[in-house]
């Protein structure tokens, strides 16, 4: 079993669909970072989260604790968020331990 | 400004070569990290490194592989004798301090192709 499970893995909505992604882990963490991966491209920290709610743009990260869950939501999507989303659970060592990701695609 | 510079950011090699990866960290970071992101894998963590020190080296392979973030310059993986299972996305990424509270920087990959 990995120690950060995300779902969907697949995903495709149209275009103004609000869309969410979830994401369990396993690990004791210091922080949780959503991560945005565009086809063939780098890899960008959207959020870092180690409590409540953030909030960027359309976007918007939660995170529970206590029941060691986190959701990414994007509200009015977009075909330029068409992505892949990476959950990504940071330990106190300073170690990732990574989701499979959720591919994202909206469509117009 | 100068985001985590990584280079090549394509790379072939023939099997049997040495493939070596760099990567510049962010101005103001000491701490280095590189992944790797096997095709239709997810990324893993490989080792994480600060100046002249290696940290955790827990996810690299036993063989053939070493990293290192000198004084002076950028961070190195290095790949020697290169198979095609090493053909993958490296992915480095810098923090400027060990820790909570603080975000990490990736930077935009390393394609290695093995032929």
């Known amino acids: 079993k990995n120690e950060v499970e995300q779902s969907p893995q697949n995903l495709t909505a149209q275009e103004g669909e609000f869309i969410t992604i979830n994401c369990s882990y396993s690990?004791?963490?210091?922080?949780l970072h959503w991560l945005q991966q565009h086809p063939g491209g780098g890899i960008v920290s959207l959020f870092m989260?180690?409590?409540g709610k953030k909030k960027h743009g359309r976007l918007i990260a939660t995170i529970n604790i206590q029941e060691k869950h986190s959701s990414l939501h994007i509200t009015a999507s977009h075909p330029r968020d068409s992505a892949v989303y990476i959950c990504a659970a940071l330990n106190t060592g300073n170690q990732f331990y990574f989701g499979t990701g959720t591919s994202l695609t909206v469509i117009p | 400004n100068a985001g985590v510079m990584q280079n090549p950011r394509h790379l072939v090699r023939r099997r049997g070569q040495e493939a070596r990866l760099r990567c510049s960290p962010m101005?103001?970071?000491?701490?280095v990290y590189w992944y790797r992101q096997l095709p239709e894998e997810g990324l893993k963590f490989m080792v994480y490194l600060q100046k002249e020190n290696i940290i955790d080296e827990s996810g690299m392979p036993k063989e053939r592989f070493s990293a290192e973030f000198p004084k002076e310059g950028p961070s190195i993986l290095r790949i020697q004798q290169v198979v095609r299972g090493d053909s993958a996305a490296y992915f480095c990424?810098?923090?400027?301090?060990?820790?909570?509270?603080?975000?990490?920087?990736f930077g935009e990959g390393s394609w290695l192709t093995v032929v």
């Open positions: 989260l180690s409590s």
């Open positions: 690990v004791g963490i210091s922080a």
């Open positions: 990424a810098s923090s400027p301090q060990q820790g909570t509270g603080n975000t990490i920087y």
């Open positions: 101005k103001g970071h000491s701490h």
